[in-house]
C-alpha cells in the first residue's frame, strides 16, 4: 500500500539552527513525486520543495533542500537557519502517479516550534 | 499570476443540509485536486478533475461530489451534511507540465 510516515509529532529548534523533519515512504511505482508542505496556522498548504524518483541529486529551494534516499525510501527535509516564522505544520506528500497531476498522499505532518 | 481563489473562507451549516464550495485554478492550470483535513484522519483526497473529467477518486461516499466547469473553475458539493464532515477543505490546481500541487487557503465547514 501507499502511505507516508511522518515520526516527528512535534519538533522543537532554536533560533537560526537547522533542522531535520523525517519522512519515509511506501510504493512499488517506479515513478513518483515526493513534495513538502508548510502548513501555518492560518491553513493554507504552501508548496517548499519537490523530488522526482529519478531525480539524480537532491532538490534545493533557498533554505530548504531535501535529503533523499531512494533505497532507503526515506525524504528528510532539512531547514537551515531556522527562523521564527518557520513554526508551523510540516507534512511530507507523495504523488504515486507520476507528472498527472491528481492524487497526493499525505504524512500525519510535525508541527515544527522554533523558539528566539 | 494569481494563486487558488477558494470561496466561502468559512460555512456554518446543519445536519442535512448540502453545500457548494468553489475553486478557482492558476490561470492556465487544468487540474483541480480536493482535499479533506480533520484533526483525525489527516489529509484524504477526495477527486481530482482535468479537463472537466474526474480523473482520480478517493474513498468517499456518493454523499461527496464535484465537477469542473470550462475554464477549469471546479466546485465540489457535500449533500446531507454530516457533523463528522466538519472540515478544512482544501483544492489545489496542478499545470500541464509539472507535477506540483499549489493550494488555496481552503474552505473551513462547520456543520452542527
Known amino acids: 500500500a501507499q502511505k507516508i510516515t511522518q515520526t516527528q509529532p512535534g519538533m522543537f529548534v532554536q533560533e537560526k539552527e537547522a533542522v531535520t523533519l523525517d519522512c519515509t515512504y511506501d510504493t512499488s511505482d517506479p515513478s513518483y513525486g515526493l513534495f513538502w508542505y508548510k502548513q501555518p496556522s492560518s491553513g493554507e498548504m504552501i508548496f517548499l520543495i519537490y523530488?522526482?524518483?529519478?531525480?539524480?541529486q537532491n532538490a534545493t529551494e533557498g533554505r530548504y533542500s531535501l535529503n533523499f534516499q531512494k533505497a532507503r525510501k526515506s525524504a528528510n527535509l532539512v531547514i537551515s537557519a531556522s527562523q521564527l516564522g518557520d513554526s508551523a505544520m510540516y507534512f511530507c506528500a507523495m504523488n504515486p502517479i507520476y507528472n498527472q497531476g491528481g492524487k497526493l498522499i499525505f504524512g500525519q505532518g510535525t508541527e515544527l516550534s522554533v523558539k528566539p | 499570476k494569481a494563486g487558488v481563489t477558494q470561496t466561502p473562507r468559512y460555512l456554518i451549516k446543519t445536519r442535512g443540509q448540502q453545500v457548494t464550495l468553489s475553486c478557482s485554478p492558476i490561470?492556465?492550470?487544468?487540474?483541480v485536486s480536493w482535499y479533506q483535513q480533520t484533526p483525525g484522519q489527516g489529509l484524504q483526497f477526495l477527486f481530482e478533475?482535468?479537463?472537466?473529467?474526474?480523473?482520480n477518486k478517493g474513498n468517499f461516499p456518493g454523499r461527496f461530489s464535484g465537477r469542473q466547469f470550462s475554464n477549469s473553475r471546479s466546485e465540489m458539493n457535500v449533500s446531507t451534511l454530516e457533523l463528522g464532515d466538519s472540515a478544512l477543505y482544501l483544492c489545489?490546481?496542478?499545470?500541464?507540465?509539472?507535477?506540483?500541487?499549489?493550494f488555496g487557503p481552503g474552505t473551513r465547514l462547520t456543520v452542527l
Open positions: 523530488q522526482g524518483s529519478y531525480d539524480q
Open positions: 478533475y482535468f479537463s472537466e473529467t474526474q480523473r
Open positions: 490561470s492556465g492550470h487544468r487540474s
Open positions: 489545489a490546481s496542478t499545470g500541464l507540465v509539472e507535477d506540483t500541487q499549489y
